[in-house]
């Protein structure tokens, strides 16, 4: 492997030079890229092909193209032979005569002429050049969607629509499992990807107010024990709930399922006013007090406690975005709108 020269607040032109190239960089996060430089921008956005990653507990994988913003780049290390490139000559160098150009004597030519008579590498496109489609990624992870069992009648179907431009043409008694939609088309100009669609419904929990708390931690805590020893396989089971939808989807059973999926989408009817939902005792009249807040609240922490699992398990290039969509009425009328959250 030849020497390589490590450059903090690298100029452009080097990494002009240096595609074609095996480089190393290492992001903001620790983790380490290695392999061939397809393309420079001007901005420092990069893109390798035939990458080894390196992680910063030491786990090494390899993917096949990567794209890689200037600004998560900590530093570069290019192959040591470009640090003669023409952009490092000094300008006071003169050439040493007879002996190593061969009777020609050799000097620093203006940049201005040295650009002129460098020679042009039009002779082959870019790979990546816009005449080129761009790449299709295969298999990529999946776009999970999840929704409360009350809210997804109204909410899911303008969801899929919005997303994949198909409207659900038959819409299920429930969405629960729902993996038929179209896929969600995604490209820029150097990939295209058809994502998948699953959609889950996790029940809200219909217990009264006071027998609220107790009822979920007796049912989480018989969950977990089931799971984890394999006793009391004949009691009946848990009422569904969040917290149960948790456990289950957190289970060793459910890994291949965690390991597929690439970003959440939640998607809740926002919440309306009205006096069935408020208490009448103490605190009443505050948001905490109303069942239908708590109810939410127990469906967000939920999906909350998954998304750290699934993120545990992948480390530090393991996170999973998500986005929250609120559908609610405007003007007080009929019309639906929806609003996004990050």
């Known amino acids: 492997m030849g020497k390589l020269t490590s450059t903090i607040g690298i100029p452009i032109k080097l990494l002009n030079e240096a595609q074609g190239h095996v480089v190393t960089l290492e992001i903001t996060s620790g983790v380490v890229y290695r392999g061939k430089l397809l393309e420079a921008e001007d901005n420092m956005n990069v893109q390798l092909k035939d990458i080894t990653v390196t992680a910063r507990d030491g786990r090494v994988s390899h993917l096949d193209q990567v794209y890689i913003r200037g600004s998560h780049v900590k530093f570069f290390i290019v192959p040591d032979m470009l640090r003669n490139a023409p952009m490092f000559r000094s300008r006071g160098q003169r050439g040493r005569g007879v002996g190593l150009a061969r009777g020609k004597a050799t000097q620093t030519l203006d940049p201005f002429q040295r650009k002129s008579t460098l020679p042009e590498m039009t002779s ?3 790979p990546n ?3 080129q489609s ?5 298999n990529p992870r999946r776009l999970l969607i999840l929704s409360p069992s ?3 009648p109204s909410t899911i179907p303008s969801l899929l629509h919005s997303l994949t431009e198909t409207p ?4 299920p008694a429930s ?6 939609h179209p896929p969600l088309r995604l490209s820029n100009r150097y990939y295209t990807a058809d994502i998948p669609i699953w959609v889950d419904e996790i029940p809200l929990p219909a217990a009264p107010q006071g027998e ?3 009822t979920l931690a007796r049912t989480q805590t018989q969950t977990e024990t089931q799971i984890h020893t394999g006793e009391g396989k004949s009691a009946p089971s848990p009422s569904p709930s969040p917290a149960q939808w948790a456990v289950e989807f957190s289970s060793a059973d459910a890994q291949v399922v965690r390991d597929a999926i690439g970003a959440l989408v939640i998607c809740i009817r926002n919440l309306e006013d009205s006096p069935t939902n408020t208490d009448t005792g103490a605190g009443a009249g505050t948001p905490e007090s109303r069942d239908d807040v708590r109810n939410l609240l127990e469906f967000l922490s939920a999906v909350g406690r998954v998304k750290g699992v ?13 986005l929250l969509v609120r559908e609610h009425n405007q003007f007080g009328g009929g019309g639906c709108g929806r609003r996004c959250e990050r």
């Open 175 to 180: 969405f629960a499992g729902y993996t038929t």
């Open 150 to 152: 009350s809210h997804s």
């Open 134 to 138: 761009a790449q299709q990624i295969r």
């Open 129 to 131: 050049s816009a005449s």
């Open 310 to 322: 699934i993120e545990e398990e992948r480390g530090d290039v393991g996170d999973v975005p998500v």
């Open 212 to 214: 609220h708390a107790h």
């Open 168 to 171: 659900v043409a038959d819409p």
């Open 124 to 126: 082959a496109p870019h």
